[in-house]
Protein backbone atom coordinates (compact mmCIF):
# COMPACT_ATOMS: atom_id res chain seq x y z
CA UNK A 1 0.00 0.00 0.00
CA UNK A 2 1.30 3.07 -1.17
CA UNK A 3 0.62 6.10 1.61
CA UNK A 4 3.47 8.49 -0.10
CA UNK A 5 2.21 9.80 -2.98
CA UNK A 6 3.66 13.06 -4.97
CA UNK A 7 2.45 15.99 -5.13
CA UNK A 8 1.70 15.40 -8.78
CA UNK A 9 0.20 11.94 -7.92
CA UNK A 10 -2.66 13.96 -5.41
CA UNK A 11 -2.93 16.71 -7.96
CA UNK A 12 -4.53 14.20 -10.12
CA UNK A 13 -6.57 12.55 -7.15
CA UNK A 14 -8.08 16.35 -6.61
CA UNK A 15 -8.38 16.65 -10.46
CA UNK A 16 -10.70 13.67 -10.73
CA UNK A 17 -12.71 14.49 -7.37
CA UNK A 18 -13.51 18.11 -9.20
CA UNK A 19 -15.33 16.38 -12.61
CA UNK A 20 -16.65 14.01 -10.19
CA UNK A 21 -18.48 16.72 -8.11
CA UNK A 22 -20.04 19.15 -11.00
CA UNK A 23 -20.93 15.39 -12.90
CA UNK A 24 -22.66 14.34 -9.17
CA UNK A 25 -24.71 17.26 -9.27
CA UNK A 26 -25.32 17.94 -12.40
CA UNK A 27 -26.63 14.08 -13.02
CA UNK A 28 -28.38 14.17 -9.97
CA UNK A 29 -30.96 16.98 -11.48
CA UNK A 30 -31.65 14.08 -14.15
CA UNK A 31 -33.18 11.56 -11.93
CA UNK A 32 -36.77 12.57 -11.88
CA UNK A 33 -40.27 10.37 -12.31
CA UNK A 34 -40.24 8.93 -15.42
CA UNK A 35 -36.29 9.63 -16.73
CA UNK A 36 -34.90 7.26 -18.44
CA UNK A 37 -32.15 4.87 -16.25
CA UNK A 38 -30.13 4.15 -18.97
CA UNK A 39 -30.06 7.47 -20.61
CA UNK A 40 -28.90 9.33 -17.28
CA UNK A 41 -26.02 6.41 -16.67
CA UNK A 42 -24.76 7.39 -20.31
CA UNK A 43 -25.46 11.24 -19.55
CA UNK A 44 -23.26 10.76 -16.59
CA UNK A 45 -20.34 8.87 -18.43
CA UNK A 46 -20.00 11.28 -21.21
CA UNK A 47 -19.39 13.87 -19.56
CA UNK A 48 -16.71 12.86 -17.42
CA UNK A 49 -15.03 12.01 -20.33
CA UNK A 50 -15.82 15.56 -21.88
CA UNK A 51 -14.57 17.23 -18.65
CA UNK A 52 -11.43 15.28 -19.21
CA UNK A 53 -11.63 12.50 -16.51
CA UNK A 54 -11.96 8.81 -17.30
CA UNK A 55 -14.50 6.13 -16.36
CA UNK A 56 -13.29 4.17 -12.53
CA UNK A 57 -16.07 2.17 -12.99
CA UNK A 58 -19.82 2.23 -14.60
CA UNK A 59 -22.25 5.36 -13.38
CA UNK A 60 -24.22 2.81 -10.60
CA UNK A 61 -27.83 3.87 -10.30
CA UNK A 62 -28.59 1.42 -7.44
CA UNK A 63 -32.34 1.29 -6.53
CA UNK A 64 -35.05 0.90 -3.33
CA UNK A 65 -33.26 -2.42 -1.90
CA UNK A 66 -30.64 -2.61 -4.10
CA UNK A 67 -27.67 -0.90 -2.49
CA UNK A 68 -24.76 -1.01 -4.99
CA UNK A 69 -23.47 -2.53 -8.33
CA UNK A 70 -26.59 -1.66 -10.30
CA UNK A 71 -25.83 -0.19 -13.91
CA UNK A 72 -28.20 -0.07 -16.91
CA UNK A 73 -27.95 -2.94 -19.85
CA UNK A 74 -27.75 -1.94 -23.49
CA UNK A 75 -31.28 -2.52 -24.15
CA UNK A 76 -32.90 -1.14 -20.56
CA UNK A 77 -35.91 0.81 -21.23
CA UNK A 78 -36.55 1.57 -17.73
CA UNK A 79 -37.23 4.82 -16.40
CA UNK A 80 -37.33 6.05 -12.51
CA UNK A 81 -40.23 5.57 -10.49
CA UNK A 82 -40.62 6.69 -7.24
CA UNK A 83 -37.82 5.17 -6.37
CA UNK A 84 -34.96 5.62 -3.07
CA UNK A 85 -32.03 5.85 -6.12
CA UNK A 86 -27.92 5.79 -5.33
CA UNK A 87 -25.98 7.66 -7.67
CA UNK A 88 -22.93 6.52 -7.23
CA UNK A 89 -19.67 7.62 -9.91
CA UNK A 90 -15.98 6.87 -10.30
CA UNK A 91 -13.57 8.86 -11.87
CA UNK A 92 -9.94 8.88 -12.57
CA UNK A 93 -6.98 10.81 -13.90
CA UNK A 94 -4.12 8.18 -15.31
CA UNK A 95 -5.48 5.63 -12.81
CA UNK A 96 -5.90 8.13 -9.80
CA UNK A 97 -9.43 7.85 -8.44
CA UNK A 98 -12.14 10.03 -6.89
CA UNK A 99 -15.11 7.65 -5.75
CA UNK A 100 -18.22 9.01 -4.75
CA UNK A 101 -22.00 9.07 -4.00
CA UNK A 102 -25.37 10.68 -3.15
CA UNK A 103 -28.97 9.25 -2.68
CA UNK A 104 -31.56 10.95 -4.93
CA UNK A 105 -34.95 10.37 -3.12
CA UNK A 106 -37.92 9.79 -4.94
CA UNK A 107 -39.65 7.97 -2.42
CA UNK A 108 -40.47 10.10 0.01
CA UNK A 109 -38.19 8.71 3.04
CA UNK A 110 -35.90 12.13 3.79
CA UNK A 111 -35.14 10.58 7.52
CA UNK A 112 -33.70 7.77 5.69
CA UNK A 113 -30.95 9.88 3.49
CA UNK A 114 -30.20 12.23 6.53
CA UNK A 115 -29.24 9.00 8.32
CA UNK A 116 -26.43 7.61 6.06
CA UNK A 117 -25.15 11.23 5.35
CA UNK A 118 -25.01 12.04 8.98
CA UNK A 119 -22.64 8.81 9.10
CA UNK A 120 -20.59 10.41 6.45
CA UNK A 121 -20.16 13.23 8.21
CA UNK A 122 -19.53 11.91 11.54
CA UNK A 123 -16.55 9.51 9.74
CA UNK A 124 -15.64 12.45 8.48
CA UNK A 125 -14.85 14.68 11.55
CA UNK A 126 -13.33 11.98 13.39
CA UNK A 127 -10.29 11.24 10.10
CA UNK A 128 -6.76 12.18 11.15
CA UNK A 129 -3.61 11.12 10.85
CA UNK A 130 -3.21 7.97 13.27
CA UNK A 131 -7.27 7.33 13.54
CA UNK A 132 -7.85 3.60 13.90
CA UNK A 133 -10.44 2.63 11.45
CA UNK A 134 -12.81 1.02 14.31
CA UNK A 135 -13.43 4.83 15.47
CA UNK A 136 -14.76 5.58 12.22
CA UNK A 137 -16.71 2.19 11.92
CA UNK A 138 -18.79 3.30 15.70
CA UNK A 139 -19.13 6.91 14.69
CA UNK A 140 -21.02 5.80 11.74
CA UNK A 141 -22.92 3.43 13.44
CA UNK A 142 -23.96 5.70 16.72
CA UNK A 143 -24.97 8.30 13.66
CA UNK A 144 -27.56 6.32 11.86
CA UNK A 145 -28.82 4.35 14.95
CA UNK A 146 -30.03 8.03 16.02
CA UNK A 147 -31.68 8.17 13.05
CA UNK A 148 -33.83 5.05 14.06
CA UNK A 149 -31.77 3.20 11.20
CA UNK A 150 -28.99 0.67 10.56
CA UNK A 151 -25.87 0.76 8.94
CA UNK A 152 -25.26 -2.07 6.15
CA UNK A 153 -22.59 -3.88 8.55
CA UNK A 154 -21.12 -6.17 5.16
CA UNK A 155 -20.56 -2.92 3.46
CA UNK A 156 -17.54 -1.11 3.89
CA UNK A 157 -15.45 1.90 2.70
CA UNK A 158 -11.96 1.60 1.18
CA UNK A 159 -8.47 2.55 0.58
CA UNK A 160 -8.61 4.02 -3.22
CA UNK A 161 -4.85 3.14 -5.00
CA UNK A 162 -3.53 3.82 -8.38
CA UNK A 163 -6.37 1.98 -11.22
CA UNK A 164 -7.98 0.29 -7.89
CA UNK A 165 -10.96 0.94 -6.49
CA UNK A 166 -11.40 -1.47 -3.60
CA UNK A 167 -7.68 -1.45 -1.97
CA UNK A 168 -6.56 -1.43 1.42
CA UNK A 169 -7.64 -0.40 4.05
CA UNK A 170 -11.59 -1.40 4.81
CA UNK A 171 -13.46 1.24 6.55
CA UNK A 172 -16.61 -0.75 8.59
CA UNK A 173 -19.91 1.18 8.97
CA UNK A 174 -20.18 -0.55 12.34
CA UNK A 175 -17.91 -1.00 15.13
CA UNK A 176 -15.50 -3.89 15.09
CA UNK A 177 -12.78 -5.37 16.29
CA UNK A 178 -9.31 -5.10 15.19
CA UNK A 179 -9.00 -2.00 12.69
CA UNK A 180 -6.51 0.03 10.43
CA UNK A 181 -4.28 3.06 11.69
CA UNK A 182 -4.62 4.98 9.10
CA UNK A 183 -1.55 7.33 7.60
CA UNK A 184 -1.22 10.58 6.62
CA UNK A 185 -1.60 10.65 2.65
CA UNK A 186 -4.02 8.04 2.44
CA UNK A 187 -7.18 8.49 0.04
CA UNK A 188 -9.97 6.44 1.02
CA UNK A 189 -13.48 6.63 0.47
CA UNK A 190 -16.01 6.11 3.22
CA UNK A 191 -19.30 5.04 2.47
CA UNK A 192 -21.95 4.53 4.72
CA UNK A 193 -25.17 2.86 3.94
CA UNK A 194 -28.31 3.08 6.00
CA UNK A 195 -31.42 0.60 5.69
CA UNK A 196 -34.49 -0.29 7.71
CA UNK A 197 -34.06 -3.54 6.80
CA UNK A 198 -31.93 -5.98 8.69
CA UNK A 199 -28.52 -4.31 8.04
CA UNK A 200 -27.05 -7.19 5.55
CA UNK A 201 -26.91 -7.15 2.04
CA UNK A 202 -26.60 -10.60 -0.39
CA UNK A 203 -25.34 -10.84 -4.01
CA UNK A 204 -28.14 -11.37 -6.48
CA UNK A 205 -27.72 -13.36 -9.48
CA UNK A 206 -27.70 -10.30 -11.54
CA UNK A 207 -24.95 -8.21 -13.41
CA UNK A 208 -23.80 -5.77 -15.61
CA UNK A 209 -20.80 -5.31 -14.69
CA UNK A 210 -17.19 -6.88 -14.65
CA UNK A 211 -13.29 -6.61 -14.40
CA UNK A 212 -10.63 -8.57 -15.30
CA UNK A 213 -9.37 -11.26 -13.15
CA UNK A 214 -6.19 -10.47 -13.59
CA UNK A 215 -3.93 -7.54 -15.70
CA UNK A 216 -2.66 -9.58 -18.04
CA UNK A 217 -5.14 -12.02 -18.88
CA UNK A 218 -4.14 -15.71 -21.12
CA UNK A 219 -5.44 -14.86 -24.36
CA UNK A 220 -8.39 -17.35 -25.45
CA UNK A 221 -7.95 -19.12 -28.77
CA UNK A 222 -11.43 -18.22 -29.91
CA UNK A 223 -10.80 -14.77 -31.93
CA UNK A 224 -14.08 -13.15 -30.49
CA UNK A 225 -13.04 -13.71 -27.18
CA UNK A 226 -10.10 -12.79 -27.74
CA UNK A 227 -10.94 -9.43 -29.67
CA UNK A 228 -13.24 -8.64 -26.94
CA UNK A 229 -10.59 -9.67 -23.93
CA UNK A 230 -8.12 -7.41 -25.45
CA UNK A 231 -10.68 -4.07 -25.49
CA UNK A 232 -11.30 -5.20 -21.97
CA UNK A 233 -7.65 -5.00 -21.36
CA UNK A 234 -7.86 -1.51 -21.65
CA UNK A 235 -9.68 -0.89 -18.81
CA UNK A 236 -6.71 -2.38 -16.49
CA UNK A 237 -8.10 -3.94 -13.29
CA UNK A 238 -10.61 -1.25 -13.49
CA UNK A 239 -14.72 -2.20 -13.71
CA UNK A 240 -16.38 -1.91 -17.10
CA UNK A 241 -20.02 -2.23 -18.06
CA UNK A 242 -20.80 -5.25 -20.45
CA UNK A 243 -22.92 -2.39 -22.83
CA UNK A 244 -19.08 -0.90 -23.26
CA UNK A 245 -19.10 -3.44 -25.81
CA UNK A 246 -21.04 -4.28 -29.11
CA UNK A 247 -20.21 -6.80 -31.68
CA UNK A 248 -21.70 -10.35 -31.84
CA UNK A 249 -23.45 -12.85 -29.31
CA UNK A 250 -21.20 -10.66 -26.47
CA UNK A 251 -23.93 -11.68 -23.85
CA UNK A 252 -22.20 -15.58 -25.11
CA UNK A 253 -18.93 -14.08 -25.33
CA UNK A 254 -19.22 -12.60 -21.59
CA UNK A 255 -20.57 -15.77 -19.81
CA UNK A 256 -17.35 -17.98 -21.61
CA UNK A 257 -14.88 -15.29 -20.63
CA UNK A 258 -16.34 -15.50 -16.86
CA UNK A 259 -16.42 -19.31 -17.05
CA UNK A 260 -12.90 -19.50 -17.92
CA UNK A 261 -12.03 -17.20 -14.64
CA UNK A 262 -10.38 -14.65 -17.14
CA UNK A 263 -13.28 -11.85 -15.64
CA UNK A 264 -15.29 -11.78 -12.51
CA UNK A 265 -18.36 -10.21 -12.42
CA UNK A 266 -20.01 -7.43 -9.41
CA UNK A 267 -23.21 -8.98 -8.90
CA UNK A 268 -25.74 -6.39 -8.09
CA UNK A 269 -26.24 -6.18 -4.14
CA UNK A 270 -29.39 -6.24 -2.11
CA UNK A 271 -30.75 -5.36 1.51
CA UNK A 272 -31.70 -9.26 2.55
CA UNK A 273 -35.26 -8.48 3.89
CA UNK A 274 -35.89 -6.39 0.34
CA UNK A 275 -35.70 -3.16 2.83
CA UNK A 276 -35.13 0.51 1.24
CA UNK A 277 -31.56 1.77 1.35
CA UNK A 278 -29.72 4.89 1.49
CA UNK A 279 -25.87 6.06 0.81
CA UNK A 280 -24.03 8.79 1.03
CA UNK A 281 -20.13 8.52 0.12
CA UNK A 282 -16.91 11.03 -0.68
CA UNK A 283 -13.21 10.87 -1.04
CA UNK A 284 -11.09 12.37 1.50
CA UNK A 285 -6.93 12.43 1.76
CA UNK A 286 -5.87 11.74 5.15
CA UNK A 287 -3.85 14.67 6.89
CA UNK A 288 -2.02 15.31 9.97
CA UNK A 289 -4.90 16.97 11.60
CA UNK A 290 -8.17 15.99 9.44
CA UNK A 291 -8.73 15.20 6.38
CA UNK A 292 -9.41 16.89 2.71
CA UNK A 293 -12.78 15.94 1.29
CA UNK A 294 -11.72 16.40 -2.67
CA UNK A 295 -15.41 15.04 -4.17
CA UNK A 296 -17.41 17.82 -2.04
Not at 166 to 177: E, K, L
Not at 183 to 204: K, L, N
Request: hydrophobic content about 40%; aromatic content about 6%.
Amino acid sequence: MNNHLTREELKKHRKAGRILAEVREKTAKKITVGASILETAVFAEDLIRSLGGQLAFPCNLSRNEDAAHYTPGAGDTSVFGEDMVKLDIGVHIDGYIADAAVTIDLSDHPELVEASKAGLAAAIDLIHTGIDTTEIGAAIESAIVEFGYKPISNLTGHGLERYRTHAPPSIPNIHVRGGTVLAEGQVVAIEPFATDGAGRIRDTPRSEIYHLATENPRLPRIPRARALLKEMMEYKTLPFAKRWFSGEKIDFTFRSLEKSGLIESYPVLTEVTGALVSQAEHTVIVTADGCEVITG
